[in-house]
């Protein structure tokens, strides 16, 4: 019982939270990045341009049918033979979102395939350009049906910033384990601490989401 | 990369082999917790509905990476001593059983009712009733994304590198160290995680479009 109360101590604690503000930070980096990115390559694969969208959609397929953490090594250790050599949190940020906006593309291309086609000919026939109709009448109703599942994606991509612990990244889960490499008692506090943290990120951001969900609807 | 290959094969085929087995074995199992919870989350019971939304929560929201450490360092502390490849399977397991209770309530949630009520006014007990008229039903729904599951899975298995559980991203590592070609490496690596990817998602997707 004592290990508990030591391992909980104001430095240990601060130590994590600044482990879960880096989670934070690199979570929500790659949030954006792979949400503009992945809303494009949706819209790219949907739009069945000639050549380009099934070139894309096979890359697409490629990336989402690796593991993640394939991706994070291949970026940080295999870039620098290109003559690129980014640091570990932009490495991180930048495997995260190619990744994550794969997903993504897939998510929001079917969500603008579940919007009716009238919307479109309905927008195409009062003057309005097939990108105006798409950004203007299309992709804001898309959005707002795939709330749930953008959602549930942007929890997938929270905990598995965890996967960076690998190179490296001072996370939440790499911070805990230094913790516990120092002192063998502080194991189960420290993932004790881990699995609440982590749990009230992501279970808020779903509770969030459902709350936004239903005043949407 | 052929290099790599030849070189390296024997290394990569039991790499190949210990990711393919943990994945099916952590499929069955997860199938088979998985769907007990999805059970339990469509029972007249208070107390099991809750406890499986419990269960589902928590390990929904936890990192896969997490929950396999944690096997991986605590169950040798105080049980017994397991390697990675079992601490990695069995975390994969728990991991991946809450995702697949939610896919399978939901299968079990769009049979109509009037099968359950059918069922029941025939004399079947309410487990006679599921289990021979609702989840047979259900799986033929949920075939798609379970088949989307084992893909996760089979991504997923990579985090035993982490515990030293011998699989293809463990062998990845070791072969790129070994060689110093990092590119290579991961791109062989890369290619075997495809060939057992890409296959099982196309089916998925051209099942789906034909339920659909």
Avoid at chain 1, 14 to 43: C, N, Q
Avoid at chain 1, 191 to 203: Q, S
Avoid at chain 2, 158 to 166: D, K, Y
């Amino acid at each position: 019982m004592k290990s508990f109360i030591d391992a909980y101590s104001w430095i240990n604690l601060r130590y994590l939270l600044e482990g879960l503000w880096i989670t934070v930070e690199v979570s929500v980096a790659s949030v954006i990045l792979s949400f503009i990115l992945g809303s494009f390559l949706g819209i790219i694969r949907y739009t069945k341009i000639k050549y380009v969208s099934a070139i894309v959609g096979f890359i697409i397929d490629l990336i989402r049918n690796l593991p993640l953490l394939l991706i994070i090594f291949f970026t940080y250790f295999g870039l620098p033979n290109f003559g690129f050599k980014p640091e570990i949190i932009p490495a991180t940020i930048l495997a995260m979102t190619i990744f994550e906006s794969t997903m993504l593309a897939e998510i929001i291309r079917s969500g603008i395939q579940a919007v009716p086609n009238g919307q479109m000919e309905g927008a195409r026939a009062n003057g309005l350009t097939y990108w105006q109709a798409m950004f203007q009448i299309i992709l804001p109703q898309a959005y707002k049906k795939m709330i749930p599942a953008l959602v549930s994606q942007f929890i997938s991509l929270i905990k598995d910033t965890s996967l960076a612990t690998i190179i490296v990244l001072p996370d939440l889960t790499y911070h805990a384990q230094i913790i516990y490499g120092q002192n063998a008692n502080y194991i189960i506090p420290m993932f004790l601490a881990l699995a609440v943290m982590y749990f009230i990120v992501c279970y808020g951001l779903s509770v969030l989401a459902n709350y936004i969900d239903r005043r949407l609807a | 990369m052929i290099t790599i290959l030849s070189d390296h094969w024997q290394e990569l085929l039991t790499g190949l082999g210990w990711t393919l087995l943990s994945s099916v074995l952590a499929l069955i199992f997860s199938l088979i917790i998985g769907s007990l919870f999805a059970i339990m989350e469509v029972t007249e019971s208070k107390v099991a509905r809750t406890i499986a939304r419990i269960y589902i929560e928590i390990f929904r929201n936890i990192p896969l990476l997490v929950i396999t450490s944690f096997f991986y360092l605590v169950i040798p502390m105080y049980v017994v001593k397991v390697n990675g490849f079992t601490a990695g399977t069995i975390g994969l397991t728990i991991y991946t059983s809450a995702f697949i209770a939610e896919t399978v309530r939901s299968g079990i949630q769009s049979v109509d009712p009037g099968q359950m009520e059918g069922a029941r006014a025939n004399g079947l007990t309410f487990w006679q009733a599921m289990s021979n008229v609702i989840l047979p039903q259900a799986f033929r729904l949920v075939i798609p994304p379970l088949g989307n599951q084992f893909v996760n899975l089979v991504k997923n298995s990579s985090v035993l590198a982490f515990v030293a559980g011998f699989d293809l991203m463990y062998q990845a590592n070791n072969i790129a160290s070994i060689t110093f070609d990092t590119i290579n490496s991961y791109m062989v690596v890369g290619v075997l995680y495809l060939i057992i990817t890409m296959p099982i998602s196309y089916y998925m997707r051209y099942l789906e479009k034909r339920l659909a």
